[in-house]
């Protein structure tokens, strides 16, 4: 028997519900650059006729991409494209605390901007093919809290997507990089993913942190994603163990 479709191409007996497909194709528009952080999405209305689905399909859709904060709701208003403003990631990312239980909210010093090709092991990260030499940029950096250096920063960004990136934007970031990668590049991170490492302090890592080399640090690792999954930054921060520790909390009763 022949697939059913709508006129926008949804399938309407294929194995995923009408409303993730609409929400795979919204997902698809913004990937497209169709409409940019901060911008009105259509009506859903209007997205119900382009989809060819029920306005209840729509909303069930958007409900999805507004619950991962990929989309904002404003009542009254309408739908609107998530932006990062120039505060929230300084807070919303933050999970490292000192001895006494302090969250850290550092801010950041370049120390260099550099271009090269992607190492075996960045291009892995990034998704690149791993014999590519693809360009990259990388940033050197150091969290500083109340004049203190608290942590190393290395950030590797894929060249292609960051083009128009300039210390001078890095630097003019301080609560917020990942506003500026939005405001320069069009580049809108939506999720990030940490994993966190005991490992023992490299030479410079100690010079930098004026620990001993092989003393214990925690090894932070990210991966910032847009959309559909493509990754577009990976950095890594790396903090005196013995001094502060990493505490997430979620939930509650």
């Known amino acids: 028997m022949p697939q059913k479709n709508t006129p926008a191409g949804l399938d309407v007996s294929g194995p995923d519900p009408l409303y993730k497909q609409v929400e795979q194709r919204i997902l698809q528009c913004l990937a497209d650059g169709e409409w940019k952080p901060g911008e009105q999405l259509p009506t859903e209305s209007q997205l119900a006729e382009r989809f060819g689905v029920a306005v209840f399909t729509i909303r069930a859709g958007i409900g999805e991409l507004a619950a991962s ?8 208003k309408g739908t609107f494209v998530a932006r990062h403003s120039r505060l929230r990631q ?35 990260r990034l998704g690149f093919p791993p014999d590519a030499r693809t360009p990259v940029i990388r940033l050197a950096m150091i969290s500083v809290d109340e004049g203190k250096t608290v942590a190393t920063l290395d950030i590797v ?3 292609r997507l960051f ?26 991170v939506i ?30 690792e990210r991966m910032a994603y847009t ?7 990976f950095r890594t921060r790396v903090f005196d163990a013995t001094q502060y520790h990493y505490r997430t909390v979620e939930g509650g009763i």
């Open 69 to 76: 904060n990929i989309l904002v709701r404003k009542q009254g």
């Open 90 to 124: 300084r807070y919303q990312f933050s999970h490292i605390h000192d001895a006494a239980g302090r969250q850290i909210l550092p801010g950041r010093e370049l120390l260099s901007f550099t271009k090269g090709t992607a190492t075996a092991a960045e291009a892995a």
């Open 157 to 159: 960004l894929p060249a």
């Open 163 to 188: 083009g128009s990136l300039t210390a001078a934007a890095v630097r003019n970031a301080q609560e917020n990089l990942y506003a500026a990668y939005q405001d320069e590049c069009g580049v809108n």
């Open 191 to 220: 999720r990030v993913e940490e994993h966190i490492h005991a490992a023992l302090a490299s030479a410079a890592e100690a010079k930098t942190l004026k620990i001993r080399t092989g003393s214990p640090v925690l090894r932070v």
């Open 227 to 233: 959309y559909r999954g493509l990754p577009v930054e």
